[in-house]
């Protein structure tokens, strides 16, 4: 009989190291697709020789900076832009275009606005996502595709590698058909606005702490891409209710309590290493001396710093 975590269990899981970590990171998209804006300007003028690239994974204000960048506004223009902007959103969207802000190159031309540059990204995401398979795949799930869209964009933020997408998202429902809390730390760095979460911040109030809440969060995490998408409507197999990437490219899923903990001890290990190299490498540094490689810690320690 599965039940839920001992509350004495789950202090211990959530200080040293939480169901599914990571802040939604920048990952470049490799496949961009390539989508022409809808411009003010005369379509026979040639366009400018620039594209804004959106990867998968980046947020909302991610996107709304880069929009004020690459057209050369000042900065909170794209923000202030969307009540005009006329965007084609589902009603549980309640007017937030997180998640239809699709990850994709989108060629510049003269003319467009933050309202064009929106609006094409939002008409791109529903080409990709309102087709009859998201929508069927979304309801084996017993989920519709507005949540279907949400999972994908946990799995794009929580996923270290692409093989691992379809599990992350099999443990998310796994743990939401037995009524257990997601416990999810991309959530709650989501709502706080940075990459690092504390103890304290698993007692917040908001409602995307999925420590606190049940169920999904509100919105999406971020603008996930077609793979983050697959995974979310067509999990892979499986029981898993806990995973936790111990080292880049060490990802380890599990349906056993005492056999994660054992992972989440090796996942501790791992961080006291990297965090000795950093200190190491720190003092050499403080020196004089070029830090050695060997000491270097990994560049992707923080993106695998949680527990699932």
Request: proline share 8%; no cysteine.
């Amino acid at each position: 009989m599965l039940t839920h975590i001992p509350p004495r269990r789950r202090t211990r899981l959530t200080r040293r190291g939480r169901l599914a970590l990571v802040a939604a990171g920048a990952v470049v998209a490799g496949t961009a697709v390539t989508v022409p804006l809808l411009t003010v300007a005369d379509h026979h003028e040639e366009p400018r020789p620039a594209a804004l690239v959106v990867p998968e994974g980046w947020r909302a204000s991610q996107v709304y900076d880069a929009i004020d960048k690459a057209l050369a506004l000042p900065s909170g223009s794209t923000r202030t832009s969307l009540g005009k902007a006329r965007l084609t959103l589902p009603k549980d969207a309640g007017g937030n275009p997180e998640g239809y802000l699709f990850p994709a190159a989108y060629p510049l031309r003269k003319g467009a606005t933050p309202e064009s540059v929106l609006r094409s990204m939002v008409d791109t995401a529903h080409e990709k996502f309102d087709g009859a398979p998201v929508a069927a795949g979304a309801q084996r799930n017993s989920t519709n595709v507005y949540q279907a869209l949400t999972i994908a964009s946990i799995v794009q933020a929580q996923a270290v590698k692409k093989e691992d997408m379809g599990k992350v998202a099999r443990v998310i429902l796994n743990r939401l058909e037995r009524g257990m809390p997601l416990q999810l730390d991309s959530t709650l760095s989501y709502a706080l606005g940075r990459a690092r979460t504390t103890e304290a911040d698993t007692r917040s109030d908001s409602p995307y702490n999925t420590y606190q809440r049940m169920g999904l969060p509100p919105t999406p995490i971020g603008n996930p891409g077609e793979d983050a998408m697959r995974a979310a409507i067509n999990p892979t197999p499986g029981d898993w209710l806990y995973f936790v990437t111990v080292k880049p490219g060490d990802t380890r899923f599990t349906a056993d309590y005492d056999t994660h903990m054992r992972n989440v001890a090796d996942f501790n290990s791992e961080q006291q290493k990297a965090e000795q190299q950093r200190v190491e490498q720190q003092t050499g540094q403080s020196q004089g001396q070029s830090p050695s490689p060997s000491r270097s810690a990994s560049p992707s320690a923080t993106r695998s710093g949680k527990t699932g």
